[in-house]
């Protein structure tokens, strides 16, 4: 038991890819959130330009 538990504790094979992982989980939270914040603007853009262009 003692050898299976240091050899997991050495093994480092899967920690890039947890790190990845973590990394790709923050960029899709950081753009979740900003298209939760900016997507009232944003969409209130397009409808001005929308407007302009239909006058």
Request: net charge negative; aromatic share 8%; glycine share 12%.
């Amino acid at each position: 038991m003692k050898n299976v538990l240091s050899r997991m504790i050495r093994e480092e094979d899967g920690q890039g890819m947890v790190e990845y992982g973590l990394i790709i989980a923050g960029i899709a939270l950081a753009a979740i959130a900003a298209i939760w914040l900016l997507g009232p603007q944003i969409g209130q853009f397009f409808t001005d330009i929308g407007t302009q262009l239909a006058a």
